[in-house]
């Protein structure tokens, strides 16, 4: 086995003109095709969803906050908006992220602060960078990682909570986009059944152990795998973020004017 591939040994039964006959292929799978199936698995036209925040200090200390979220996809493109809807301090900030596929432009991402009623512009070396103090950076919380950005290498299988995963190690191509991504190595935990990452470790510029992502709860919302509660933890600071997802509305027909400037300002308002 080389270039991080395996070879798959499909067993499958089959019963010909009533006599039972095993048949066999052997098919040639890479971390790229995986990550490929998870980049592309359903996950719905749009979606709305409520989400719970808690930033949980290393001394136990938890601050709370609510945000709504809408994403559209445009083809293989996205488009997102997420609004803090509380604490008081943070009301109507907003991230607007348009997701391109394949690395010809860089992706546009524009956080909004309503305190200094200003838009800031998240530049493609600002994607390290933490998220209002979570532990996710603003490429962590667009989920799926731009996938020309990696080296992708399969490096075996694993059981994770009870389910068959695939082991996928992926590592920036180049020294600025490890500088830019702020790690030097992920590990991804796919699920084969269902193509779906349900865990993740990262590994910081200097290649030290940094944070893990993982998927804590998960349920079939309209028939698409859906994550319901997830905990991203940096085991160099000790603090942790959780993330509790509710009220998801799938293929509701959203509307393009949502993924805008001008509504990145103008806050929630409700639809």
């Given at each position: 086995m080389?270039s991080?591939?395996?070879?798959?040994i499909?067993?499958t039964?089959s019963?010909?003109?009533g006599m039972?006959s095993?048949?066999?292929?052997?098919?040639e799978?890479?971390?790229?095709?995986?990550?490929?199936?998870?980049?592309?698995?359903?996950?719905?036209?749009?979606?709305?969803?409520?989400?719970?925040?808690k930033?949980?200090d290393?001394?136990?200390?938890?601050?709370e906050?609510?945000?709504?979220s809408?994403?559209?996809?445009y083809g293989?493109d996205?488009k997102?908006?997420?609004?803090f809807?509380?604490?008081?301090?943070?009301?109507?900030?907003?991230?607007?992220?348009?997701?391109?596929d394949g690395v010809?432009?860089?992706d546009?991402?524009?956080?909004?602060?309503?305190?200094?009623?200003?838009?800031?512009?998240?530049?493609?070396?600002?994607r390290g960078?933490?998220?209002?103090?979570?532990?996710?950076?603003?490429?962590d919380?667009?989920?799926t990682?731009?996938?020309?950005?990696?080296n992708w290498?399969?490096?075996?299988?694993e059981?994770?909570?009870?389910?068959?995963c695939?082991?996928v190690?992926?590592v920036?191509k180049t020294?600025?986009l490890k500088k830019?991504?702020g790690?030097?190595?992920t590990?991804?935990y796919?699920?084969?059944?269902?193509?779906?990452?349900?865990r993740?470790?990262?590994?910081?510029?200097?290649?030290?152990?940094?944070k893990?992502?993982?998927?804590?709860?998960?349920?079939?919302?309209d028939?698409?795998?859906?994550?319901?509660k997830?905990?991203?933890e940096?085991?160099?600071t000790?603090?942790?973020?959780?993330?509790?997802?509710s009220?998801q509305?799938?293929?509701?027909?959203?509307s393009d004017?949502m993924f805008?400037?001008?509504?990145?300002?103008?806050?929630?308002r409700?639809?």
């Amino acid at each position: 086995m080389n270039s991080g591939k395996i070879i798959l040994i499909i067993f499958t039964l089959s019963i010909l003109t009533g006599m039972g006959s095993v048949l066999s292929y052997s098919e040639e799978i890479s971390g790229l095709d995986i990550m490929n199936r998870v980049d592309h698995r359903d996950d719905g036209d749009d979606l709305i969803q409520k989400i719970q925040q808690k930033l949980i200090d290393k001394r136990g200390g938890v601050r709370e906050r609510e945000m709504i979220s809408f994403r559209k996809d445009y083809g293989k493109d996205s488009k997102s908006i997420s609004y803090f809807l509380s604490p008081a301090n943070i009301r109507d900030t907003a991230l607007l992220t348009w997701d391109y596929d394949g690395v010809e432009k860089d992706d546009d991402q524009w956080l909004y602060l309503p305190a200094l009623k200003k838009v800031r512009r998240i530049s493609s070396s600002d994607r390290g960078d933490y998220f209002m103090g979570t532990d996710f950076t603003f490429e962590d919380i667009k989920q799926t990682p731009e996938l020309e950005d990696y080296n992708w290498t399969l490096t075996g299988s694993e059981t994770v909570d009870g389910h068959d995963c695939w082991v996928v190690d992926g590592v920036p191509k180049t020294d600025a986009l490890k500088k830019n991504l702020g790690y030097s190595r992920t590990r991804g935990y796919i699920r084969k059944d269902i193509d779906l990452n349900i865990r993740t470790d990262y590994w910081d510029r200097k290649g030290q152990e940094l944070k893990h992502f993982s998927v804590i709860e998960l349920v079939q919302i309209d028939g698409i795998w859906t994550g319901t509660k997830m905990v991203m933890e940096n085991i160099q600071t000790k603090h942790r973020t959780e993330m509790m997802f509710s009220d998801q509305k799938y293929n509701s027909g959203l509307s393009d004017r949502m993924f805008s400037e001008r509504m990145l300002k103008r806050g929630y308002r409700g639809r």
